[in-house]
């Protein structure tokens, strides 16, 4: 066989995988600077105004492209320049020790805790909710409406009541703003493992039991292994809720650290890049814990034989 034989296969390879990342990243990048560029063109639109009249306070003689380029660095703006929102990101995140209180990885920190914690609550309470529901028709009638009405009243109502009554009992600190964000994650885990137990065929559950399994049995060899992607799947949406829990728990109780207080002090102080800046950092922390989760859910698919 000829080397020219033999390299048209490899051109070929290369040609697809040049495809696949084509097809994979551009569209992204495309509509990534698409945003951008409206972001940009928002920008002019909602910060003129406000750069105009300065310009006419001070008595300062100006032209357009002195204003065009002002709404582009004013200090505090209707709605920061990307450049401006990035640089007090990174500022925020390498400006400081980490452990400064003025450190984005500081305030992160303290949300993640509360993140992470909540999040074990709710995963353990969604999962025996689901068990629940799945070995018991009353469970199934009487507790299910409930965990659907559950999440029918807004999170930012409930809070301030959550974080009253378990302040009456003695609850304060970590725990209260944990407890808000399983309240929050539980429903979609119990929801999603409602359907991952449910997701056998009813001739591999007869099977089961024409080989005498014992209940237990059946869940840990046939609806535990189904219930996997059920489970990833769900997970990986409680675990942003989770974060949005923690961050919504900061606001009512006043905390002086988490992504919740540096966005409330933003808010006081008229400190809107302060505030889109921590609203980056929670884009990243949930970015970072769904890819966390991804890993996961890659190792058990693995270890379970899965592709």
Known sequence: MSS????????ALTFSTRSAVVERYVPVTA?????????????????????????????????????????MDAERPLLPAPHQVLGAFIDGVFGYSP???RSLVYHSLVTLSATALGFVLGALLGIV?????????????????????????????????FIVVLGAIGLHGLLPKSIISAYLC??????????????????????????SATPRQVLWKLRWPASVPYLFASLKVAITISLI????????TGAEAGI????????????????????????VLAC?????????ERGVNARMGAH
Request: net charge neutral; glycine share 8%.
């Open 99 to 101: 452990l400064a209180p």
């Open 31 to 71: 509509m990534v600077l698409a945003l951008i560029a409206i972001w940009y063109v928002a920008c002019v639109a909602m910060n003129w105004s406000l750069v105009k009249d300065g310009f006419e306070r001070e008595e300062t003689p100006y032209t357009v492209s002195d204003v065009l380029a002002g709404t």
């Open 260 to 283: 919740g207080a540096r966005l409330l002090a933003g808010s006081y102080y008229g400190q809107t890049i302060q505030i889109w800046a921590a609203l980056v950092a929670s884009a």
């Open 129 to 161: 909710l689901a068990l629940m529901i799945v070995h018991s028709r009353v469970l199934e009638r009487s507790l299910l409406p409930w965990i659907i009405c559950s999440q029918m009243v807004p999170i930012l109502a409930l809070a301030p009541i």
């Open 4 to 11: 020219s034989s033999l390299a048209l296969p490899a051109r």
């Open 186 to 211: 539980f429903f979609p885990i119990a929801i999603g493992m409602v359907k991952g137990f449910t997701s056998p065929d009813p001739l591999q559950i007869e099977l089961m039991r024409t080989w």
């Open 245 to 252: 829990g923690a961050i919504v728990a900061e606001l009512p």
């Open 288 to 296: 970072g814990l769904i890819g966390l989760v991804g890993l996961i």
